[in-house]
């Protein structure tokens, strides 16, 4: 167990709608990552936030959005979902803002149908 | 950009055997690397790390050394398990502006039968 949460664990939807997927980090990380991990794109670092400010920016996509909030818990915001968009999405912490090893949750599994 | 590259899988071996997976990387800074290991239906879990050159990262019998001069991290290990089946990815991470974001290879499944 790495200490870092995620839920929900699955999520299933349909194409246009919006979801939330939810993290919370080991305690005292103030860095939170999140990634994408689909068939045909493989591990694609999408955000991170460190102490609830945005610190670098992967490939996201504007329909996707995110944040950290002050008990540094992340929200990743993924909304108009489109078929392409069914992966499994993880989120890492570490301790500061570079420098340290990402521990990773058991992400969620979203389907969009 | 940064990039990693990893030998294709599936590798399937037998138990006690050895095990090479090759990983070069790319990058234009000075990165740090790590293998990371996914077991079926679970999330990656870090399995070592090597921060500078010539470095070597070992944990649970498994070895990987940084070789900047070749540009390579490749992971090893002396005598498999059944229990070792899972897909390893080699990654890369380099500090810029206070980000450090993974950048991952593409997997390489190990499948070790008995």
């Known amino acids: 167990d790495s200490g870092v949460t995620q839920t929900p664990k699955h999520l299933i939807t349909a194409t246009g709608q919006r979801v939330t997927l939810r993290c919370s980090p080991r305690s005292g990380d103030l860095s939170v990552y999140w990634y994408q991990q689909s068939l045909d794109q493989g591990l694609q670092f999408l955000i991170q936030?460190?102490?609830?400010?945005?610190?670098a920016k992967g490939n996201i996509l504007e329909r996707f959005s995110a944040q950290q909030f002050p008990d540094l818990h992340s929200e990743l915001n993924l909304s108009s979902l489109e078929l392409g968009d069914s992966a499994l999405y993880f989120c890492?912490?570490?301790?500061?803002?570079?420098?340290?090893?990402?521990?990773f949750g058991p992400g969620t599994r979203l389907t969009v149908t | 950009g940064d990039s990693v590259t990893q030998m294709e899988g599936p590798v399937t071996l037998s138990e006690e055997a050895f095990l090479t997976i090759n990983c070069t990387y790319t990058?234009?800074?000075?990165?740090?690397l790590f293998w990371y290991v996914q077991y079926p239906g679970e999330g990656l879990q870090l399995l070592l790390k090597?921060?500078?050159?010539?470095d070597k990262g070992s944990n649970k019998g498994f070895e990987a050394t940084y070789r900047k001069e070749t540009t390579s991290f490749h992971l090893e290990k002396g005598s498999v398990q059944v229990s070792d089946s899972a897909v390893y990815f080699c990654?890369?991470?380099?500090?810029?502006?206070?980000?450090?974001?993974?950048?991952f290879g593409t997997g390489t499944q190990l499948k070790v039968e008995l």
């Open positions: 990058a234009t800074g000075y990165p740090s």
């Open positions: 936030y460190y102490n609830g400010e945005e610190r």
């Open positions: 090597a921060t500078k050159a010539d």
């Open positions: 890492a912490s570490s301790a500061t803002g570079g420098g340290y090893e990402q521990y």
């Open positions: 990654a890369l991470s380099i500090l810029t502006g206070g980000g450090n974001k993974l950048t």
